[in-house]
């Protein structure tokens, strides 16, 4: 009998509302193992870092090294303090945790330049330091130095948690962008299909704290959104907007859709005779309608093809209901329903990302960022014990059943 492993998953999301930490068990081996989300905690920034988070990572603009280091170092304060939460929460010891997988926000994201660039923050070193665990961190890094995207970093992860050999599933991620990771029935992981269909969240955020004077962070549930209208005159000129006619494998540059775009899009909206609740309604219907366009770029039949949906999204009831409008036929669900919380599906995915390292397992892939069998992460060692733990156990994964069905790098 396989003994089990437990792993912890952080995510500081790119709403800079707080940081995800899961308690993660898996038996088994690779792409062979079975996953299970045992506890799920959210902890909420300090103030200090939800006024710093857009300060320094606002749409487009340019922040100061020293914001962009103090954030770094204030993000992954926050995650290390997650992890005795969460083991006291769920009562389990320290010792019986292998190691951490960590996922932070993207500080910038130019994956299309002639020089591709991207950067995470969230200091693992501190994770490290704080907790004595080993953290595997930056996935998105190797990915992008191998000709991939670098996002969506977690789609092989998602495979391990969410296939099923008969019914095909789309996961909608609903963050700061908005991503798909599509399964197919009885799916192997060279047949998983996923990019980043186009902008989220963080549009409709800075465009409310924009117009609040910082008073309102978010719309929060879609409130002033749903007391709108939509401009139809803009809505056709935003989705013919060049990066939703991309083919994928494609990631959003952090430089679309930024403040020249919002602003330029404000004034549209004001020549337009609209209301900030007719600027907000027409963004959402625009974010929802970039998830139903990019539904031409998966090879399958759209029907009987159900629809998990996960993020700080979900908590807004107009996307639901314009997801439902455009999706005609498709059956929507809260991603909770396969047991694992809507907010936490990233800081999972980190989890089970560490999990594939640890195995030898490549987690990058043609179908979802381009890149081909590359091992992911950047490994910063826990205190001797438990790194001493994780090197035997990576030491004796060099068995040929687990060779990946890419090539190795």
């Known amino acids: 009998m396989t003994i089990p492993r437990w792993f912890i998953g952080l995510a500081s999301g790119s709403g800079g509302e707080g940081a995800d930490a899961v308690l993660v068990e898996s038996i088994g081996i690779g792409t062979q193992q079975s996953v299970r989300v045992l506890h799920h905690l959210r902890r909420n920034?300090?103030?200090?870092?939800?006024?710093?988070?857009p300060r320094t990572l606002s749409m487009g603009g340019a922040a100061s090294v020293g914001d962009l280091a103090m954030l770094h170092r204030q993000l992954g304060e926050n995650a290390a303090a997650c992890v005795p939460e969460l083991l006291s929460s769920a009562r389990v010891d320290l010792n019986r945790i292998l190691a951490i997988g960590h996922i932070g926000p993207?500080?910038?994201?130019?994956?299309?330049?002639?020089?591709?660039v991207s950067l995470e923050i969230g200091s693992t070193s501190l994770i490290a330091e704080r907790t004595g665990l080993t953290v595997f961190g930056e996935f998105r890094e190797r990915d992008l130095a191998a000709g991939g995207q670098g996002m969506p970093i977690?789609?092989?992860?998602?495979?391990?948690?969410?296939?099923?050999?008969?019914?095909?599933?789309l996961l909608v991620h609903l963050g700061g962008t908005t991503s798909i990771v599509y399964l197919p029935n009885n799916a192997r992981p060279q047949d998983v299909v996923a990019f980043e269909v186009g902008p989220g969240t963080r549009l409709l955020d800075a465009v409310i704290?924009?117009?609040?004077g910082g008073r309102e962070r978010c719309d929060a549930g879609g409130k002033h959104a749903v007391q709108g209208h939509c401009i139809d005159s803009l809505l056709a000129e935003w989705v013919r907007?060049?990066?939703?006619?991309?083919?994928p494998p494609k990631s959003l540059p952090r430089s679309e859709?930024?403040?020249?775009?919002?602003?330029?899009?404000?004034?549209?909206?004001?020549?337009?005779k609209g209301s900030l609740e007719d600027f907000l309604c027409t963004l959402s219907h625009f974010l929802v309608r970039c998830v139903a366009s990019s539904l031409r770029w998966l090879p399958r039949d759209q029907q009987m093809l159900d629809v998990y949906l996960s993020g700080g999204g979900t908590r807004n009831g107009l996307f639901w209901r314009l997801l439902e409008q455009e999706t005609t036929g498709l059956t929507l669900h809260r991603l909770d329903d396969l047991a694992v919380p809507a907010q936490a599906r990233q800081a999972a995915g980190a989890a089970v990302l560490a999990a594939l390292t640890m195995d030898g397992i490549p987690a990058s892939s043609p179908g979802s960022t381009g890149a081909v069998g590359r091992l992911l992460g950047r490994v910063t060692?826990?205190?001797?014990?438990?790194?001493?733990?994780?090197?035997?156990?990576?030491?004796?994964q060099t068995a040929p059943e687990l060779t990946h069905p890419y090539r190795a790098a």
């Open 45 to 53: 920034h300090p103030r200090e870092t939800q006024d710093l988070f």
């Open 106 to 116: 993207l500080a910038w994201h130019e994956p299309a330049d002639r020089v591709p």
């Open 154 to 169: 977690t789609a092989l992860a998602d495979w391990v948690q969410f296939r099923h050999p008969e019914k095909p599933r």
């Open 209 to 212: 704290r924009q117009a609040s």
């Open 241 to 247: 907007y060049p990066y939703l006619q991309r083919r």
């Open 257 to 272: 859709f930024g403040s020249d775009w919002i602003a330029r899009a404000a004034r549209n909206v004001l020549e337009a």
């Open 381 to 396: 060692p826990g205190e001797p014990r438990n790194w001493a733990r994780c090197l035997r156990w990576m030491a004796e």
